[in-house]
């Protein structure tokens, strides 16, 4: 049984910075290209970053590139995203997930409903 846990969220003013975290179990995570995925209220998820397995290849939305990171420690089962200087459009609950990390970033759909609780990112003005 496949299980996500994301951390590191948390309520910052603009410019500031946060670390995610996403500890996966369940899944063999060094084989997988991963994704972290973002979504506000009232909008759709959409795709934030993703990492290919061996983090040899790596995409960025356009709205976050130059200020995120992605990375990711396959010897402890984690991903992570360092996101700096941030804005009030970047709050959202953030997700992680198995992707697609070729030219767009999508959960893959094995992923199936393995998504975990997310966690809030709240960047105030």
């Known amino acids: 049984q496949v299980q996500v846990v994301e951390s590191g969220g948390g309520l910052v003013q603009a410019g500031e910075s946060l670390r995610l975290s996403c500890t996966a179990s369940?899944?063999?995570?060094?084989?997988?290209?991963m994704g972290w995925f973002r979504q506000a209220p009232g909008k759709e998820r959409e795709g934030v970053s993703c990492i290919s397995l061996n983090s040899g290849r790596t995409l960025y939305a356009d709205s976050v590139k130059g200020r995120f990171t992605i990375s990711r420690d396959n010897a402890k089962n984690t991903l992570y995203l360092q996101m700096n200087r941030l804005k009030p459009e970047d709050t959202a609950t953030y997700y992680c997930?198995?992707?697609?990390?070729?030219?767009?970033?999508?959960?893959?759909?094995?992923?199936?409903?393995?998504w975990g609780q997310g966690t809030q990112v709240t960047v105030s003005s």
């Open positions: 997930a198995t992707a697609t990390c070729l030219a767009t970033i999508h959960p893959l759909p094995s992923f199936g409903r393995s």
């Open positions: 369940g899944l063999n995570f060094g084989i997988y290209a």
